[in-house]
T-cell receptor, first 111, second 120 residues
Framework: GQQLNQSPQSMFIQEGEDVSMNCTSS?????WLWYKQDPGEGPVLLIA?????ELTSNGRLTAQFGITRKDSFLNISASIPSDVGIYFC???????????FGAGTRLTVKP | NAGVTQTPKFRILKIGQSMTLQCTQD?????MYWYRQDPGMGLKLIYY???????DKGEVPNGYNVSRSTTEDFPLRLELAAPSQTSVYFC???????????????????FGDGTRLSIL
């Protein structure tokens, strides 16, 4: 019930295309986070969302905290080769500091 | 700033051996976390700590122990290594201004670069 379902598992896109990925759960989360992980490195925070309905942008990235608090999406516009990597959603459970991570979306951008 | 530093970066253990994965942070964060990441999977929380002297189990604590004697350090101990513990381990830290043990206004976590552990 507290697991995050992240989709799609992988994406192969052409440089310049837009990308969309999402996470859903049957549980409510207080915070939604989106991370990017490059090979051999730890995850790096992209966007943090703290309120239901919140829509936040960071350059070409836009993420939203679903109104039901059970989902979030991340959009990347005008993709470039350095966007390649694995993107993870994460949610903080209510009333504690336990975190759940999605299984990741592996993004490949073809020049 | 160094941020979150994990050592070692790589280690190979034999079944039944023990070892401690070190994690230290210099950001004066009160919260620290240990995760494991299996191939093609997201991170799973092993243990976390909301401050020195306080630790709590996460989603997958079995086979591990932690301690938090200082704000800076949060070592993870494997007492009897098993093949199922082969994974990449990530330490993270964050800062919370909330009150009480369970705070809802944590700042996002900062991650170390990971320790790749193989048990043969």
């Amino acid at each position: 019930g507290q697991q995050l379902n992240q989709s799609p598992q992988s994406m192969f896109i052409q440089e310049g295309e837009d990308v969309s990925m999402n996470c859903t759960s049957s549980s409510i989360f207080n915070t939604w986070l989106w991370y990017k992980q490059d090979p051999g490195e730890g995850p790096v925070l992209l966007i943090a969302l703290y309120k239901a309905g919140e829509l936040t942008s960071n350059g070409r990235l836009t993420a939203q905290f679903g109104i039901t608090r059970k989902d979030s999406f991340l959009n990347i516009s005008a993709s470039i080769p350095s966007d390649v990597g694995i993107y993870f959603c994460a949610g903080q459970l209510p009333n504690n500091n336990d975190m759940r991570f999605g299984a990741g979306t592996r993004l490949t951008v073809k020049p | 700033n160094a941020g979150v530093t994990q050592t070692p970066k790589f280690r190979i253990l034999k079944i039944g051996q023990s070892m401690t994965l070190q994690c230290t942070q210099d950001m004066n964060h009160n919260y620290m976390y240990w995760y494991r990441q299996d191939p093609g999977m997201g991170l799973k929380l092993i243990y976390y700590s909301v401050g020195a002297g306080i630790t709590d189990k996460g989603e997958v604590p079995n086979g591990y122990n932690v301690s938090r004697s200082t704000t800076e350090d949060f070592p993870l101990r494997l007492e009897l290594a098993a093949p199922s513990q082969t994974s990449v381990y990530f330490c993270a830290s964050s800062y919370s201004t909330g009150t009480g043990v369970f705070a809802s206004n944590n700042q996002p976590q900062h991650f170390g670069d990971g320790t790749r552990l193989s048990i043969l």
